[in-house]
């Protein structure tokens, strides 16, 4: 029997769910409604673990062997401390623009059948009378599930510290984390290449350093001139370019049930991911494959497969939730960890979470171990390479 599934949301989770729904039931109407133009994108690069896209490939290899040929990749990731840059090995990293991650979702959707309306928004769950599964892929701020959050036990919380995404061009080497501490204030940017010579910069500040360096009563454009002067080594005098980069803090969105009679919530409409434990994108775009494998195992059950995508992606995300509050405490309370030697402040970092152990670090990343070893209980000179 041929069903409609209506995608609410033109974004990598709800994209990659229409592509794989309709790739596998041709007869299936598969249609995704996004309030944005199709060339419109908010923010700059996406990075990806290659742990993380092996997941993605589960879902459908080609597509993904398709993304990778417009990435940039890397080895190692670097954190910078006191001057000092620390190299971690032993992992690999993919970085895309995201409007080309779109466009190419887009594209496969197009190929497979699915139909796409864009600069709707939908305003209510109205629509859900009108389809068999309603997909909620609209984000941290979704209409869909706003319409129903007792219903979802939809539960909003504002953490501590502040951030805003920029782009720079300047192409960085590797995923980079660089910690600044001035007067007695601390400050941290992440920042990678997702093109030969575009890279994301994401600035962020803990609380006291929100007030203490005047920020709070700041304009936007004065908060971004701070960055770039409190970064201008990093930046090599490279300006930050803003992409509606509004100043704000981490929401963390959690909803007590996923799904309500025909709708169901995936991504950050279900559960917002932080940036400091991976990509939200790839977290997103994997509770698509769930979703998509549980109405695989189920067929036309809808209520079987909400249950079977619920039972059997909770577990994983209720780890990685306890990874990011971990991580979260961790940052919002970075100041008390400057006073760490560089080594032992990257290994700290490293540990934050609980899910890499120092085993795995010996096993996955053993020069660095080496290193830390050597260094961690001594005086580092700042020897800070040029990029």
């Not at 596998?24 to 995704?32: A, G, Q």
């Not at 879902?59 to 990749?73: E, F, H």
């Not at 971690?88 to 895309?96: C, H, T």
């Not at 939200?280 to 775009?285: D, E, F, N, Q």
């Amino acid at each position: 029997m041929a069903m409609h599934f209506e995608v609410v949301g033109g974004g990598p989770a709800g994209l990659y769910f229409a592509y794989l729904m309709k790739k596998s039931h041709p007869k299936h109407v598969v249609r995704v409604v996004e309030q944005n133009a199709a060339n419109a994108t908010y923010g700059f690069g996406v990075v990806l673990s290659g742990r993380a896209l092996g997941f993605l490939e589960e879902g459908d290899p080609a597509a993904i062997a398709r993304l990778t040929r417009r990435m940039q990749t890397w080895s190692d990731q670097h954190i910078v401390h006191k001057g000092v840059r620390v190299v971690v090995d032993g992992s690999s990293y993919f970085a895309i623009e995201r409007l080309a991650l779109l466009e190419e979702l887009q594209n496969r959707c197009r190929e497979a059948g699915v139909e796409i309306e864009f600069g709707k928004r939908t305003e209510s769950s109205a629509d859900a009378r009108d389809c068999d599964v309603l997909v909620a892929a609209d984000g941290a701020n979704s209409a869909v599930r706003d319409c129903h959050t007792a219903a979802f036990d939809t539960r909003v919380v504002e953490l501590e510290n502040h951030f805003a995404w920029y782009g720079v061009e300047r192409p960085y080497g590797a995923h980079t984390l660089t910690f600044v501490q001035r007067n007695g204030l601390t400050f941290c940017a992440h920042h990678y290449r997702y093109t030969p010579a575009m890279s994301t910069f994401v600035a962020e500040v803990d609380a006291a350093t929100w007030q203490g360096s005047g920020m709070s009563s700041m304009t936007d454009d004065e908060r971004k001139r701070l960055f770039e002067d409190t970064y201008r080594d990093t930046l090599r005098g490279a300006k930050l370019v803003s992409n509606r980069s509004i100043w704000r803090r981490w929401s963390l969105v959690t909803n007590g049930r996923w799904h309500y009679r025909n709708i169901v919530l995936i991504g950050d409409a279900q559960r917002s991911a932080h940036p400091s434990i991976g990509s939200g994108t790839r977290l997103a775009m994997e509770d698509s494959i769930a979703l998509w494998r549980a109405f695989e195992a189920e067929g036309t059950d809808v209520q079987a497969a909400f249950e079977r995508y619920e039972r059997e992606r909770r577990p994983v995300r209720d780890k990685l939730n306890a990874a990011a509050e971990r991580s979260i405490a961790w940052y919002e309370n970075v100041a008390s960890k400057m006073a760490l030697s560089p080594y032992e402040f990257a290994y700290d970092y490293l540990l934050r979470t609980g899910l890499m152990t120092r085993e795995r670090l010996e096993r996955d990343s053993p020069r660095f171990m080496e290193r830390y070893l050597e260094n961690a209980n001594l005086t580092v000179v700042p020897t800070l390479r040029q990029e």
